[in-house]
């Protein structure tokens, strides 16, 4: 591909912002959906969470579908479907409607994360692959600060049927796209239905179990994620091949991915709880408050992905591993003070999880041969938002503890807030943890 960073950057990064600022501005329009509605909060919730479920799952099913299928059809019908379901939305006026709207928005949407960093691990040159890396870790960040702000105003001020028009903007690249992205030809091989049956159901089982908290789902996720190990080990095109778990580089990079990036939503669960529950702040002075943290990351992406091809993306790991725990060493020390104080800590975490965004997913693609980068990047990509709901799960009821405590951080003051500087540091120690690993994993190898 001649000059693709130049041709492929803007698109790429278009139609990836607005994947995420869809995802985020639902977020904060969850009780006006329930007062439209009259749900209660156990049935709203599947707003989010059937999008979740979805998003990432499919991105799993597209990573493997890049492994045959050219990725300029897999793009474009991800595009459309995401499109169609923002459409319905916009028009749904009954509620199993718009779980209906968000299914298809999901199904669609999950192919663009998953398949930009597929673009990028496969069409780019090892050279430009961080930097490239990095704009999307940016873009992802800029998104984030952007979504609730958005989205709050948008569903105050109109209705939150109106967020459905913004994903709508990414029809208008889809040619650009097919113009750019390079002709390929189908690979012959067979799709494993029933791995890909198995491995989706486990998946969502137990992102189920997690987020709803009833026990007959993660049986079935035991169940089929047993049978789905029992399956790839006898036929012959397997889902996932076995020896991609046997890749001691990819598999440890992965659970660095999974513990590191599950913290940092940790953080992004807790925070605005913190902030309403010490400080009485309005949910407006909350995305306030976060916005600083996510311009720093915009900021440390781009940094994050010119240092990976400069020096490694190995250094870049170790880099963000050790700002991220200064970070949560940081909240932990100010949990309970002014806003803006809580604000000065959050840029510092915002800015390692950048680093780490745009660093992690370039050791794993270097990790995987050609063959089977599609279905790593999709595991990757599923342990990604599977890691999110466990920190986020945890951590809400550990919250639920709220009795008279000790502070583990002496230099904290807050006593109100000695659950939430003890959890802090928790984050902190996970992180030391997910660097210890990466560490030992690539003692003996050479820094990409």
Not at 178 to 203: M, N, Y
Not at 349 to 366: C, E, K, N, R, V
Not at 418 to 435: E, G, K, P, R
């Amino acid at each position: 591909m001649k000059n693709p960073a130049r041709k492929i950057t803007f698109p790429l990064s278009f139609i990836i912002f607005f994947s995420v600022l869809n995802g985020m501005m639902f977020q904060v329009a969850i009780p006006d959906i329930s007062a439209d509605f009259n749900l209660l909060p156990s049935e709203v919730s599947w707003v989010m969470t059937v999008y979740i479920l979805v998003f990432a799952v499919g991105a799993l099913i597209y990573g493997k579908l890049a492994d045959i299928y050219p990725v300029k059809r897999l793009i474009t019908i991800g595009l459309i479907l995401m499109n169609a379901g923002s459409m319905l939305g916009l028009f749904s006026n009954w509620y199993p409607m718009l779980i209906t709207a968000r299914f298809i928005q999901a199904g669609g949407g999950a192919a663009i994360p998953a398949l930009a960093m597929i673009v990028v691990t496969r069409y780019f040159p090892a050279n430009l692959r961080g930097n490239m890396l990095g704009i999307i870790a940016s873009t992802v960040a800029l998104a984030a600060g952007l979504g609730p702000i958005m989205g709050g105003f948008v569903s105050g001020t109109f209705s939150w049927k109106y967020l459905f028009l913004f994903s709508l903007a990414t029809l208008f690249v889809i040619p650009s796209l097919r113009r750019i992205l390079p002709d390929e030809k189908k690979i012959p091989d067979t799709f494993d239905t029933a791995g890909a049956v198995l491995i989706g159901g486990g998946s969502s089982s137990l992102l189920i179990f997690v987020t709803q908290g009833n026990g007959w789902f993660l049986a079935a996720s035991v169940i089929m994620t047993g049978y789905f190990i029992f399956h790839i080990k006898k036929t012959a095109a397997p889902f996932v091949s076995p020896s991609l778990f046997s890749n001691k580089h990819y598999r440890n990079t992965v659970m660095t991915t999974f513990l590191s990036i599950g913290s940092v939503f940790g953080m992004l669960f807790m925070v605005p709880i913190m902030l309403r529950d010490l400080l009485d702040l309005s949910s407006n002075s909350i995305g306030l408050t976060l916005f600083p943290g996510a311009m720093s990351a915009v900021l440390a992406g781009v940094i994050g992905g010119r240092l990976s091809d400069r020096k490694g993306s190995r250094f870049v790991v170790y880099l963000g591993s050790f700002i991220l725990i200064a970070g949560f060493l940081a909240l932990s020390t100010v949990a309970g003070q002014k806003a803006w104080i809580v604000a000065s800590a959050l840029i510092i975490s915002y800015a390692g999880f950048a680093l780490l965004q745009s660093s992690l997913p370039h050791t794993i693609s270097i990790s995987l041969s050609k063959d089977q980068t599609g279905i790593g990047m999709g595991i990757y990509n599923l342990l990604f938002f599977i890691s999110g709901a466990f920190s986020t799960a945890g951590i809400g009821r550990l919250l639920d503890f709220r009795s008279t405590g000790f502070c583990l951080n002496p230099i904290n003051s807050c006593i109100e807030g000695w659950i939430y500087s003890n959890i802090f540091i928790m984050l902190a120690a996970v992180v030391t943890a997910s660097v210890l690993l990466f560490s030992i994993t690539f003692k003996n190898k050479s820094s990409p």
